[in-house]
């Protein structure tokens, strides 16, 4: 079973305020992928990655960075964090490159900025 | 959202009884998955479908690439069913790489 954690599980942070969401994954899987979900929108793409050293942008990428520092890790960086971005915010890996994949999510980080 | 329609929204049930969750394609999906969102809010993994049929327990599910659509059956529905059923597809022309499209969820409700 993939095994994919985050962490903090809960995050309130101030506008303007700087947030790094970290995910980890043991599986060894190439692509890692953030979401975001909201009520009535389900769940969004916001980076992706490829691989160590790869970043890409999703459906909603504006006001977010990412990092892939290795092929275990990706971040998920607010540099100035606002309250729209109040959210719950899943990772996910799957698939070791071109070919389609199963992906499995984390448990998923409430924020709220205030 | 609009790539991927889910339907219906919501779902009362009596335990015990059958149900069907459909989704509808407007993207050409080569692959579908479908979660389970616990009342904790995790993305349990219920089913990864390549165009074909997948059954698990009291769940079976089908997914038709060709007319673009999935369906979820629930069988004997029972109360640990409750959540929201989440379906989202992998699409091959996708710019978000090998990223998924998910729809806006089906909340499914059992009662005793």
């Known amino acids: 079973e993939a095994a994919v954690t985050q962490s903090p599980r809960n995050k309130v942070a101030v506008t303007g305020g700087k947030v790094t969401l970290s995910c980890n994954q043991t599986?060894?899987?190439?692509?890692m992928y953030w979401y975001r979900q909201d009520t009535g929108h389900g769940l969004r793409l916001i980076h992706y990655s490829y691989g160590a050293g790869s970043t890409e942008k999703g459906d909603i990428p504006d006001g977010y960075k990412a990092s892939r520092p290795s092929q275990e890790n990706f971040s998920l960086i607010l540099e100035l964090a606002t309250p729209s971005q109040t959210s719950v915010y899943f990772c996910?890996?799957?698939?070791?490159?071109?070919?389609?994949?199963?992906?499995?999510f984390g448990p998923g980080t409430r924020l709220t900025v205030l | 959202g609009d790539k991927v329609k889910q339907s219906p929204s919501a779902l009362s049930l009596q335990e015990g009884t059958n149900s069907a969750l459909r989704c509808n394609f407007s993207?050409?999906?080569?692959?579908v998955q479908w979660f389970l969102q616990n009342p904790r809010g995790s993305l349990i993994n219920l089913f990864y479908?390549?165009?074909g049929t997948k059954e698990n327990g009291r769940l079976k599910s089908t997914f038709n690439s060709k007319e673009s659509y999935s369906t979820l059956h629930i069988r004997d529905a029972q109360l640990e069913d409750s959540g929201t059923y989440f379906c989202?597809?992998?699409?091959?022309?996708?710019?978000?790489?090998?990223?998924?499209?998910f729809g806006t969820g089906t909340t499914v409700s059992v009662s005793p």
């Open positions: 599986n060894n899987h190439n692509n």
């Open positions: 479908l390549v165009p």
């Open positions: 989202a597809a992998e699409a091959g022309d996708y710019q978000g790489g090998r990223a998924l499209i």
């Open positions: 996910a890996s799957g698939g070791t490159g071109g070919a389609p994949a199963e992906q499995f």
């Open positions: 993207i050409a999906a080569t692959t």
